[in-house]
Nanobody
Framework: QVQLVESGGGLVQAGGSLRLSCVAS????????MGWFRQAPGKEREFVAA????????YYGDSVKDRFTISRDNAKNTGYLQMNSLKPEDTAAYYC???????????????????WGQGTQVTVSS
């Protein structure tokens, strides 16, 4: 099965930017639809963005649309989440996730993702 490891989190001021990375191993990354989710303390895990296997189709949560960009480089087995214009309410643990091999739909429901990373913390100060 695929293993996912996130990196790139940290502390940033409001209005700043961060880029998260998700490195996959164990299986070719290109066979998995990939998504990003986040969870703030005391809140439910929230869908952030997802991307198709070939990188052409993307899907964003309403709260991050026009500020975040999801992308992937299958040759490097890596997915990315570019986060711009960060707000304090973006503070959360961010998780990379992958759908089962060869699934094609780009979806937002957590139950449709079978593999998860351990998360990376993003903290946005005001």
């Amino acid at each position: 099965q695929v293993q996912l490891v996130e990196s790139g989190g940290g502390l940033v001021q409001a209005g700043g930017s961060l880029r998260l990375s998700c490195v996959a191993s164990g299986r070719p990354f290109s066979i998995h639809v990939m998504g990003w989710f986040r969870q703030a303390p005391g809140k439910e895990r929230e869908f952030v963005a997802a991307i198709s296997r070939n990188g052409i189709n993307t899907y964003y949560g309403d709260s991050v649309k026009d500020r975040f960009t999801i992308s992937r480089d299958n040759a490097k087995n890596t997915g990315y989440l570019q986060m711009n214009s960060l707000k304090p309410e973006d503070t959360a643990a961010y998780y990379c996730a992958a759908r089962r091999p060869f699934a094609t739909e780009v979806v937002r429901a957590q139950r449709d993702y079978d593999y998860w990373g351990q998360g990376t913390q993003v903290t946005v100060s005001s």
